[in-house]
């Protein structure tokens, strides 16, 4: 071998070595962005999964936006800012519109609706509530409970006045004393008994479950769905991760929660809210993603929907819920 050959040797020898020791160089995570809304049913899988790791160890960049009503969400999702989103119950009202594919379930909102009332002026009972003003933000899982609580203590919804806000405007205007009740969801229900003293929690959504169970959960883009499958579903793993650990450890989770995301939020609070959802392990929801009961919860809600709107042709839920997704990714 003469020197040329050596060095040409020798050095291919050592430049494979160094390959091979060196540490393998990052792959780019795959961006999704992703809306929120800032409650424990909804976000709480979210920000779990981002502090331990679960949508990173999936190879995903989640970009976060909050939002203060499921309705803006979608708006957003519609007009092309956003990718996927996780909401509560509007999860039932825009896919059955053509406009978004559902794929992954967070909870059932057992008791996340609440329905206070100002004693002070002189409402103490659901009777008080005729031709009274009733503030929420409409089209949204406190007003799919609202519209369930008053049929059921014979009161037609048409015999009050809804006053469409935002949620915290909604509050605001019942603790200013603008309107004698609210119907909203946690963790608002934490403000208003801490400036209304003499409130009264006439009831929440437990009273009417689980005929009247509503779920929350994830939509994707139209757009989205079909060519990011695969994202999806490392999505849903990471998602899977984290929804586990929450139901192994709820006290541990709660307080993590409480102390990362929700510092101005008493833990005592966080731990209702917590109790006023109904989680089940990744294993658990499979069972339910093919027998058809989430199916069914998906479409009662619907259907509340589409009537309040007045639409009679719309996409059932069978249509814009795909199970398949989950069921390929949890095995």
């Known amino acids: 071998?003469?020197?040329?050959?050596?060095?040409?040797?020798?050095?291919?020898?050592?430049?494979?070595?160094?390959?091979?020791?060196?540490?393998?160089?990052?792959?780019?995570?795959?961006?999704?962005?992703?809306?929120?809304?800032?409650?424990?049913?909804?976000?709480?899988?979210?920000w779990?999964?981002?502090?331990?790791?679960?949508?990173?160890?999936?190879?995903?960049?989640?970009e976060l936006r909050q939002f203060n009503t499921g309705l803006e969400i979608f708006q957003a999702l519609i007009g092309g800012s956003l990718d996927v989103l996780s909401t509560g119950a509007v999860l039932s009202n825009f896919p059955a519109r053509g406009q978004g594919k559902v794929f992954?379930?967070?909870?059932?909102?057992?008791?996340?609706?609440?329905?206070?009332?100002?004693?002070?002026?002189?409402?103490?009972?659901?009777?008080?509530?005729?031709?009274?003003?009733?503030?929420?933000?409409?089209?949204?899982?406190?007003?799919?409970?609202?519209?369930?609580?008053?049929?059921?203590?014979?009161?037609?919804?048409?015999?009050?006045?809804?006053?469409?806000?935002?949620?915290?405007?909604?509050v605001t205007a019942f603790i200013s004393g603008a309107v004698p009740a609210v119907a909203l969801?946690?963790?608002?229900?934490?403000?208003v008994r801490d400036k209304v003293p003499g409130a009264i929690k006439l009831a929440d959504a437990s009273a009417y479950y689980p005929q009247a169970a509503i779920i929350g959960g994830w939509a994707a883009a139209n757009d989205y769905y079909e060519p990011n499958k695969e994202t999806l579903g490392k999505l849903i793993k990471g998602w899977a991760e984290a929804n586990d650990?929450?139901?192994?450890?709820?006290?541990?989770?709660?307080?993590?929660?409480?102390?990362?995301?929700?510092?101005?939020?008493p833990l005592a609070d966080i731990n209702e809210s917590f109790k006023a959802q109904k989680m089940f392990t990744s294993s658990e929801w499979k069972k339910y993603y093919t027998d058809g009961t989430v199916t069914n919860w998906l479409q009662q809600t619907t259907d509340f929907f589409m009537a309040n709107a007045g639409i009679k042709d719309f996409t059932p839920a069978s249509k814009y819920f795909d199970p398949s997704l989950y069921l390929k990714a949890i095995s």
């Open 185 to 191: 969801w946690v963790p608002f229900n934490v403000t």
């Open 48 to 62: 779990t999964g981002m502090d331990r790791g679960s949508f990173d160890k999936q190879g995903l960049n989640l």
């Open 245 to 265: 650990y929450i139901v192994a450890n709820p006290a541990e989770a709660m307080e993590k929660l409480q102390k990362g995301h929700y510092s101005q939020t």
């Open 1 to 46: 071998m003469d020197r040329r050959q050596f060095l040409t040797t020798t050095a291919g020898a050592a430049l494979g070595g160094f390959v091979a020791s060196a540490p393998a160089i990052a792959q780019a995570k795959t961006k999704v962005r992703v809306g929120y809304l800032h409650t424990v049913a909804v976000d709480g899988q979210i």
């Open 104 to 170: 992954l379930i967070n909870d059932i909102e057992v008791a996340t609706a609440h329905l206070w009332v100002r004693s002070d002026q002189g409402i103490k009972s659901f009777a008080d509530l005729k031709g009274k003003r009733i503030a929420t933000a409409t089209g949204t899982t406190a007003h799919v409970f609202l519209d369930k609580a008053l049929r059921a203590n014979n009161i037609d919804p048409k015999e009050v006045e809804l006053v469409n806000q935002t949620m915290p405007a909604a």
